[in-house]
């Protein structure tokens, strides 16, 4: 059974919600034969993540840069997922065995920045961009629940065998 993981960091209401709806999507009864744990960034182990067939990770926007929990899963488990470094400290060669990851998060005033730093750090990981990245900045609407959903649901189906 293929193995999606939900690594978010869901500090206040509205992150919490984009998480329940990647979930929901995720959890979809039309989704088979894939098995969604849902992990706190600040929580997980490489029990939880190192063996993961595809990834959603969630953030909040924190002072133009991803949420420090969200950092801190990529610092520690760089390496166990396959992550690879040039020489000069580039993203390395990761070509092979890509798996798909998503991407959510929320800011009040901008996104940008937190976007583009897990971008860098997923650069290095042999992982593939396989939907586009949902930012949602302010008020969470029913539109971006829906979004979410499919985000959640897109990932998911991706892995069913």
Known sequence: MARLVIVHHS???ATRQLTEAVVDGATDDVI??????VVP??????DDVGDADGFLIGTSANFGYMSGAVKHFFDSFFLDLGGALAGDGSAGDTSDGRRPYGLWVHGRYDTTGAVRSVQSIVGAL???QSAPVLEV?????GADLEAAR???GTLAALLMA
């Open 41 to 46: 960034a600040l929580e997980a182990t490489l």
């Open 32 to 37: 088979e034969g894939v098995a969604v744990s």
């Open 126 to 128: 042999p992982w593939t």
């Open 150 to 152: 499919d985000l959640g």
């Open 11 to 13: 500090p206040t209401p």
């Open 137 to 141: 900045m302010g008020d969470v609407t």
